[in-house]
């Protein structure tokens, strides 16, 4: 049971004079330890004497607790690996010294899985680890990588670790491990990239053209030649591989060649490769690993010098596991609270996050301060959704503040008995957050700071302050509160509630604000995305006196509990009209006034959406505020797993205060969107930048809305696709203040996706015959550079994380709430912000057409934000003249489109089979100049001197180097035939191809309708024939068909054999039948034999067959005669072609001349024209006259003869 007021026990305050005697010492010790060790440093990690201290390693809950020994085994045996490693990469001057290893609260420590000799100490969980140990990556798998979100030389996010890595119990597992985890530890520590190229990347392909010999060579820093498979990177799946076997001479870099057992080093200033276009070299201007390391804090000034190891390089480890997280409430109260509603916001503030927000399974402490420190409440477990409890812990502030002037407060006394509060019941401090409200109206002495902040490193707590009501003056420069360096050094955060009354009365804007700030500081302090967590769905604010209606959407999604609070607060009742519609995904209207609930101690009326359907909401309010208030809306939810939805606001400067106005120290906006491990695309994340207080007329300064991106193109966004949009923030020239930073995040109207790995595959054990941190095609380590079996092959990151699925997101929404950023950039009129650097800048070569196109992103006039003023560019003969921005000039450039957009240009260049470089860099109105960013290499070969194709000739913009940018496609470029790419060759065969197909399909068609034509000709002589028409019908003579039968034998056809001519080609250059190779004797003899009647003559010289009926042989003739008429004057001496034969040997003589026409009038009419016209005559024949008929007789003997 919570203890309420007991016995208000009370801490005097001592006189100012006494405080600064007895803490005087203390104070320069402290000072001198802070400006020692902590300034400067990321946390508690720092390199002393050679080695790491303070590193944080965080177990997740996604990892299971049966795993539990074989992971802490595997844990301490690659840290120990590790730290070896590091030793020798860096010549003996960094190694890894201390550990703590955080447990997941889930894990029963004293099961037989998880077994552990050394205790265990209770602490809250870290909420800034640097290793995380997770599941596995939908990209990377259990391969460690590292989230780098910002620049060169700056600490990364932390680095992943799959679960699975740790699991196998091989010596060459643990070495393999170590070593994929010391590339990550180079990246996370000292803020360097990979210098290795990575499959179909755009910007940092596998491989190069070398400069000097002007081959494809490996995209990579080496101290010598890397020796293996190159290739083209602008085929498809390009990927190099270096040969295990003959790269032992290499001894550098693991960021490039991690594969080779022989590497173990970093580049250093002598071995770097600075033109190799690798993401080191685009970020960090060229320069080497080695020179980046040593202007980081761990060895700048020459800090941390080469030990002899001689202590000894494994690591010492301390176990610790979650526990509850402990809150404890530290509250001014002075007069100053007396003055309009201030104090009853607060209590209703107070009683709401109690009641409603803070997590099942917490502590709670309230203590309040004023000339002394009183606790209000005593550390109270909250239990589950005890409603009674969480109110008389919530309730326990007293009903009216102190007459204390607030001159005499000390913020001092009310931390140490917060202090005393946590440790109760012998219970560590460790890890537990104080929330200290207070005024801050003026500066709090440095003295008293700094004993606050040796309390806070002593006790391990953390400080979040939330500053209530701050106010300020108009025009009057802003006060400082002077907590910076207290919040700075405990991790906390600042939150500002400003203060605006309205005569002796206060806005309900306070109120809201004051929850949402103290709901903030609950959500940062409590266990990463834990189940149970509150969560900000949604908040809007409708100012009273526009519409008389407050309409809006908002949406429920699968990492949410079953149940949702709709809420509405109002500064009076009669605010909110009697109408309040929810209408849900399906359709379905719930009209809330059986179902509200008013709370007047908060003054809010809600709804509880018990099992709410998922998807999206929208509502609409009666809203009667009038216009000095106004109705706020939020929906809160609780987390219902460690693995849905995760979303996270930070800005790269923390909590210290910024200058807008100094292009050095910007200022860059992070929201980090995932789902679990892996990232979500495309979502809508929007920033809303706030001045707090009230402009010259009294109303609230306009907001700033500025949309965040994860489009990886460097600056100020590092890699696309790994669910961290990020912004500069906009320059605040002349508005020093203090800005509310919040964030909503939706689902862009079904936009956003979420990537997906590929099936659960368990984690490999090295098994190769080679050294064990060589695995060729292995799980962890590919045979060739970003082409591994899958995409868990990958390793981390070049321009993009490549992801090889994804799903489509559930409709979902965030807002979420950073803090204050305290702005004190100078009023200035002149512009001195920069344009951001082109870090995208990408050469694409048309060998085709021999067209360059530059594609880039635009930048803005101030960092990314805005529209640029102009463009320059240079293209040098070699890389460093690129770098420094020298060599030919190229003019007539686009002008610059809106930052975020994509450029595109096309270059005609006329210098072939050269490297060249080009460098390109934008200038705002004002004249300030953007940084260099990446050098792009140019290379156009060298048009054929045959068979040239030459294109239309556009008009182009003169430059100072024989270089233009044409108006249009097409430049006046010669084509060879030769230089064709399979692309285009593919077009070209493609239209000859379908060309061909058209002209078949029209032949076939042809073809088809005439002998349809011919068929229904035939027909129709057939038909006149049977009616008794002259010769004109058709006659088809078999083989065997003319012969007669003499016994048993047979005779055959004209046709039915075929010889060929062996002296020379017969006429037409086809072979002759046996009738053309007779003698014209022969001839006449077998005509005469042919015509003898034997049997069946209707008349002397006649003979007829019939036609009529089924025709005595098979329907299939050898020769077909259509229609034989002899023309008047006609050549009977007309040569004879024959036709070659189709199943034969192709005919090698020459074809016919132009007079053959046709099988029919051409081949049949001399040869066959004679022997068939008697048999061509009906069954009955009437000739006109017998003298007629032997004179054609006689006449086609005489052919024949001259046949």
Known sequence: ??????????????????????????????????????????????????????????????????HCNHIIHGLKSVLREL??????????????????????????????????????LATTSPTDAHILVTSPHPAFGSRPWTQQSQGCGRQGDFIQVGGDLLWTSSNDSYTHAARLLLIEWAKFRWGVFDERGHVNDPLYPPTYRDPNTYQFSATACADGAVKGAACDPVQPGCAFSPDPYTNSHLESSLLALSELPSVRKFCNDKTHNRVAPTKHNALCGGRSVWEIMQQTEDFIAGRNQAG????????????????????????????????????????????????????????????????????????????GEDYELRQRVGSALPRNPSLVPESQKCILCGLQEAIRVIGENDQSSAGATVVLITTGSGPTPAQ???????????????????????????????????????????????????????????????????????????????????????????SDAFPGGISSTSRGTFALDDSLGPSA???????????????????????????????????????????????????LWTYSVENRADSHQGLYVQVTAKRNSSTGLQVRLWTSTGSRPVNTSDPSTPVIIYAEVKEGNAPILDARVVARIQRLGSNATGSNYNPIFLDLWDNGIGDPDITKGDGVYSRYLVSLHG??????????????????VVAKGPPTRHHKVPSSHLPHYYQHGSYDTPSSWGAGGGAADQSCCGSRVPHAHTRRVAPFHRHVTWGVLEVNSPITRHDNVPPARILDLRVEVNDTIHEITLRWTAPGDDWDFGRAHRYEAVVAPYWREARSFQGDRLTGLPQPLPAGTLHTTNLYFTRYEELWYVSLRAVDEAGNTG???????????????????????????????????????????????????????????????????????????????????????????????????????????????????????????????????????????????????????????????????????????VVAYPVEGVPLHAPYPDVTVRDYRPEAGTNDNA???????????????AAPGPEYKSYAAAWDEPLTGHLLSRARDPVAPTPTSHQAQVAQVDRKRRNVTQV
Not at 354 to 380: I, K, W
Request: hydrophobic share 40%.
């Open 1135 to 1149: 040569p004879v072609f024959m036709p070659c034969p189709h199943d034969d040997a192709p005919c090698h003589c």
């Open 308 to 383: 002899n190891g001689s202590r000894g390089l494994d690591p010492s480890f301390k176990f610790v596991q979650e526990s509850s997280p402990r809150f404890v409430f530290v509250i001014e109260n002075t007069a100053t609270m007396n003055l309009q509603r201030r104090w009853e916001f607060l209590r209703k503030a107070m009683r709401r996050v109690v009641v409603y927000d803070v997590p099942s399974g917490s502590r709670v402490g309230v203590v309040t301060f004023h000339s002394t420190s009183e606790t209000q409440a005593s550390m109270t477990y909250i239990e």
């Open 735 to 752: 508005y020093p203040g203090r800005y509310l930073l919040s964030a909503d995040v939706d689902y862009n109207t079904g936009l956003a």
């Open 448 to 538: 008293e700071v700094s004993e606050m902040m040796r309390l806070a490193k002593a006790h391990q707590v953390k400080i979040e302050v939330v500053l209530y009501p701050l106010s300020e003056r108009r025009g009057a420069p802003a006060v400082s509160h002077g907590l910076e360096e207290l919040v700075e050094a405990t991790k906390g955060s600042i939150f500002t509630v400003m203060d605006e009354g309205v005569g002796n009365d206060s806005k309900v804007k306070m109120m809201v604000a004051l929850m949402d700030a103290m709901l903030a500081t609950i959500t940062k302090s409590a266990p990463p995305n834990a189940a149970g967590t509150s969560v900000l769905v949604h």
């Open 83 to 120: 730290s070896s490693m590091m030793w020798a990469a860096t010549n003996g001057r960094a190694s890894i010294r201390e550990v703590t290893v955080s447990l997941p609260r889930t894990w029963k420590i004293n099961s037989l899985t998880c077994s552990l000799l050394i205790p265990l």
């Open 565 to 615: 609070r709709f809420s509405v607060y109002y500064y009076d009742l009669n605010h909110v009209g009697n109408t309040i519609q929810l209408t849900s995904p399906s359709g379905e209207v719930i009209a809330s006034g059986n179902v509200q609930e008013e709370d007047l101690n908060v003054n809010m009326i809600f709804v509880n959406l018990e099992k709410a359907e998922r998807g």
């Open 931 to 1101: 940084g260099i960013g990446n050098i792009a290499a140019l290379w156009v070969p060298r048009p054929p001197t045959t068979y040239e194709i030459t294109t239309r000739t556009q008009p182009g913009l003169t430059t100072s180097g024989n270089y233009t940018f044409p108006s249009e496609l097409g430049s006046g470029k010669p084509v060879g035939a030769s230089e064709l790419a399979i692309g285009d060759i593919a077009v070209i065969l493609g239209s000859i191809g379908g060309f061909l197909i058209v002209v078949a399909i029209v032949v076939t068609f042809c073809y088809c309708q005439t002998i349809k034509r011919r068929k229904q000709h035939q027909q129709e002589m057939e038909v006149e024939k049977m009616n008794g028409g002259g010769n004109g019908g058709s006659v088809m003579i078999k083989s065997g068909s003319l012969g007669m039968e003499q016994g048993n034998g047979s005779h055959e056809s004209l046709d039915s054999v075929v010889k060929e001519v062996p002296d020379g080609c017969p006429i037409g250059g086809r072979p002759l039948s046996p009738v053309q190779s007779w003698g014209a004797s022969t001839l006449l003899k077998e005509h005469e034999r042919r015509l003898s009647i034997p049997s069946g003559t209707t008349e002397a010289s």
């Open 1 to 66: 049971m919570p203890r309420i007021n007991p016995n208000r026990t009370m801490t005097m305050a001592m006189p100012y004079r006494s405080r600064i005697r007895i803490f005087h010492f203390a104070w320069l010790l402290v000072v001198l330890l802070y400006m020692g060790q902590v300034i400067g440093t990321d946390g508690d990690l720092v390199l002393r004497d050679n080695g790491y201290e303070g590193l944080v390693i965080s177990i997740t809950e996604q990892v299971s607790q049966e």
